[in-house]
C-alpha cells in the first residue's frame, strides 16, 4: 500500500514538470486569461511574419527582407520594460506620418518607423490592448494598464454626455417652437395690416416694391448653437464605446474616377512612391524586384496586373474587400490613395523568366 502511495506521488511530480514544460514550450498558453489568448491569436495573424512567434529578431519569415530599421526584439526585457503599456498601445494605434519630413523623425512623441503599420483603423481597441497584453508576455511581463476601467470610463462618459444631449435637444425645441409661434403670429399681424391698407394707392405701392426686396436673413438661436456642440461631443462618446469592443467600419468604397491630367501625372506619382515609402511603408510587406517584403505579393508588375479602380478602393478599406486579411487599414485617405493608386501604375518590369515562389 505504501509502496502503490509512493509511485502515485512519483507520477503527479511527474506530470507538473510535463505540464510546466509544455506551459514553457508554448508560451505559458495554458495559464493565458481571455485577453491575453486573444491578443495570442492577433498576435499571430497580423504580427508574427515579422516579429516572429516569439518576439524575437530573426524569427519570422518577413524579417530577413524588411528594410532597417528592423523589428524591435519583443522578448527582451530590459529594453521592452521601459515602454509603458500606453506607449506600446500608442505605438500600434497611431495615425501614419511621413517619416520624409524631419519634423516628424524628431517628435519624440511619435513612432516615425514607416514600415511598422498602424491597426488603429483595423482592431478595436480592446483588441489592441489584447495585444499589448500578449507582447508583454513574451518578455516575462504582464499588462498593467486597466481595461476594464478604462471601457467604464468610456460608458460613464457616455451616460453623462447622453444626458447633456438630451436636456439640449429639449431646450432647442422648446426654443425653437417658440420662435414658430412668434413668426406666426407677426405674420397674422402683417397679413391684417395688410388688409387695413387695401385702400392705398397701388400703383405707388408696386413702385415701392421694385425699389425694395426685403432678404430674410436666418436665425440660428443661441440653443440650437448649444446643441450642435454637445450633439458633437456625443457623437465622438458613442463612437467611443463602439470602437472599443467593435472593429472600425468604412462605408463601401465607391467606383471613384481616376482621371488625372497629363501634367499632374507626373507628380502624382512622385507623390505616391514617396507615400508608399515613407509614410506607409508598403515596402516593408511588399517586395519590387528583390527589394522589399514577403507578406504581400510582388508589386513590380503592378502596372500590368491591377486593376486602378480595384488599387484605390483596395488601400481605402482593405477589410471592405477581403474581411480576414493580413493587410491593415492604414487609413490612407482619398488624395493619400490616388497618388498610391497611380505610383503602383508605374511599376510595370519585363515577366520574369520564373515565377516568385510564395513565402514559407
Not at 495559464?31 to 491578443?39: D, H, L, P, V
Not at 481595461?147 to 438630451?166: F, M, N, P
Request: hydrophobic share 35%; charged share 35%.
Amino acid at each position: 500500500m505504501k509502496e502503490e502511495r509512493r509511485m502515485q506521488r512519483v507520477l503527479g511530480k511527474v506530470a507538473v514538470v510535463v505540464v510546466a514544460v509544455f506551459a514553457v514550450t508554448s508560451g505559458c498558453a495554458l495559464f493565458e486569461n481571455e485577453r491575453t489568448a486573444k491578443g495570442r491569436k492577433l498576435y499571430n495573424h497580423y504580427c508574427m511574419h515579422c516579429h516572429g512567434e516569439s518576439g524575437q529578431q530573426q524569427e519570422g519569415f518577413n524579417w530577413g527582407r524588411m528594410p532597417d530599421p528592423r523589428p524591435r526584439d519583443l522578448s527582451e526585457s530590459e529594453a521592452m520594460s521601459t515602454f509603458s503599456d500606453k506607449e506600446i498601445f500608442d505605438t500600434i494605434s497611431r495615425d501614419m506620418r511621413d517619416t520624409s519630413l524631419q519634423e516628424v523623425l524628431d517628435d519624440e512623441n511619435y513612432f516615425a518607423v514607416s514600415t511598422m503599420p498602424t491597426f488603429k483603423y483595423t482592431l478595436s481597441e480592446e483588441e489592441l490592448w489584447a495585444v499589448v497584453g500578449y507582447v508583454r508576455t513574451l518578455h516575462g511581463g504582464s499588462l498593467t494598464f486597466d481595461v476594464d476601467g478604462r471601457k467604464a470610463e468610456l460608458e460613464s462618459r457616455l451616460q453623462a454626455v447622453t444626458t447633456e444631449h438630451d436636456q439640449a435637444k429639449q431646450v432647442m425645441d422648446e426654443a425653437l417652437a417658440k420662435q414658430e409661434a412668434e413668426e406666426e403670429a407677426r405674420a397674422a399681424a402683417e397679413e391684417a395690416a395688410e388688409e387695413d391698407d387695401e385702400d392705398m394707392d397701388m400703383e405707388d405701392d408696386e413702385d415701392d416694391l421694385e425699389d425694395y426686396e426685403e432678404e430674410e436673413e436666418e436665425i440660428v438661436l443661441p440653443e440650437e448653437e448649444a446643441y450642435e456642440k454637445v450633439a458633437e461631443q456625443f457623437e465622438a462618446a458613442k463612437a467611443a464605446v463602439e470602437n472599443f469592443s467593435k472593429r472600425p467600419k468604412m462605408s463601401q468604397i465607391a467606383r471613384p474616377d481616376l482621371t488625372v491630367a497629363e501634367e499632374e501625372r507626373a507628380a502624382l506619382q512622385d507623390k505616391g512612391k514617396n507615400l508608399y515609402f515613407n509614410k506607409y511603408g508598403c515596402n516593408g510587406c511588399h517586395s519590387i524586384g528583390d527589394v522589399g517584403g514577403l507578406v504581400g505579393p510582388a508589386l513590380d508588375r503592378a502596372g500590368f496586373r491591377l486593376n486602378d479602380t480595384w488599387v484605390y478602393r483596395w488601400v481605402r478599406y482593405p477589410q471592405g474587400m477581403k474581411k480576414h486579411t493580413r493587410m491593415p487599414n492604414l487609413g490612407l485617405d482619398d488624395p493619400d490613395a490616388r497618388a498610391v493608386t497611380a505610383y503602383l501604375d508605374t511599376l510595370r518590369a519585363p515577366k520574369p523568366d520564373k515565377p516568385i515562389p510564395p513565402p514559407e
